[in-house]
């Protein structure tokens, strides 16, 4: 039941990210689109490139879990960690809140998957 357990936060983790990482790419690509670059959408300000590096993560890891791979936990936690953090930070800096209010919503949940499978052994 524990590796039932952990396969299901795993896959719940990594479709939530994958959710976040398009939520990220689709509105960079629509900029690039109308004439901006990448360097400029990824790194003015960084939010979306520490995004992009969180969700990615966090979905390797998922998967790593659902495979019953060893390490999933340590890549699902850097990506949370990260994710956690970049929320924080946005929130701190007074950034208007339609920019963190997902993150915000989320961040919890990631790291509630993160402690399943932190604390559910994979055997």
Do not use: H
């Amino acid at each position: 039941l524990d590796m039932l357990i952990r396969r299901l936060a795993g896959a719940v983790g990594a479709a939530l990210s994958g959710w976040m990482l398009w939520e990220t790419i689709t509105p960079i690509m629509r900029q690039i689109s109308l004439g901006s670059d990448l360097a400029t959408e990824l790194l003015n300000p960084p939010v979306a490139l520490l995004r992009i590096i969180s969700t990615a993560l966090l979905i390797v890891g998922g998967l790593l879990a659902v495979a019953a791979i060893r390490g999933a936990v340590w890549v699902f936690a850097a990506g949370a960690l990260v994710f956690a953090l970049m929320t924080g930070a946005m929130i701190g800096l007074g950034a208007d809140y339609t920019l963190w209010r997902d993150e915000a919503i989320i961040a919890p949940f990631l790291l509630v998957i993160c402690g399943v499978l932190a604390f559910c052994p994979r055997k």
